[in-house]
Every structure is written in structure tokens, then in C-alpha cells.
């Protein structure tokens, strides 16, 4: 249950990151989502982003502030969403 609700704060930090510029509090916050996301799924760095194509220092780099790229924002917005599953995302 908290990890549904997690993942609908994420959903709606992740929405509103096309409005707002890179470097901000808003930013932080979003990093500080995704963080506590992955925590809460009982995964590593590298298993985490890895789905989403993204290596484990850009996935760290993500959790502590940089700004995230358009196509991995898609596809986590999706998964937060439910429309995505791991399955989806496997290579």
C-alpha cells in the first residue's frame, strides 16, 4: 500500500518535471522519490536503472540531483504508473 502511494507521488513529481528547469527544488525532490522508490522495491542501484536502460553511476547520479533525460523520464512515469511491468522492460 505505501508503495502505491509512493509510486503515485512519483508519477505526479515525474509530470510535473516538464515545467520546471533542471537544478531546482522541485528536481531534488524528484531525486529524492526515485531514491526512495528503489529503496523500497529491495533493489540495487544497478538493478533498478538497469531496466530502464540506464547504467548504475547514471541511476545514482539521477537519485542525487541531474537532470533526467526525456525518453528514461517516459518510460519511468510509465512503470510508476502501472503501464510498464518489469517484464516489459527486460532486454
Known amino acids: ?3 502505491d502511494m ?5 508519477a505526479a513529481e515525474l509530470e510535473a518535471q516538464q ?3 533542471a537544478g531546482g ?3 531534488q ?11 523500497a522495491k529491495r533493489e ?3 538493478k533498478f536503472w538497469s531496466r530502464f536502460g540506464v ?6 547520479r539521477f537519485e542525487t540531483g541531474l537532470a533526467i533525460p ?6 519511468l512515469r510509465l512503470y510508476v504508473n502501472g503501464r510498464l511491468s518489469d517484464g516489459d522492460l527486460q532486454v
Open 44 to 46: 540495487s542501484q544497478e
Open 19 to 21: 515545467a520546471v528547469q
Open 55 to 60: 547504467t548504475q553511476s547514471s541511476g545514482s
Open 25 to 27: 527544488p522541485a528536481q
Open 1 to 3: 500500500m505505501a508503495n
Open 70 to 75: 526525456a525518453p528514461v523520464a517516459i518510460l
Open 29 to 39: 525532490a524528484r531525486s529524492h522519490d526515485l531514491r526512495r522508490l528503489r529503496i
Open 6 to 10: 509512493m509510486c503515485g507521488a512519483l
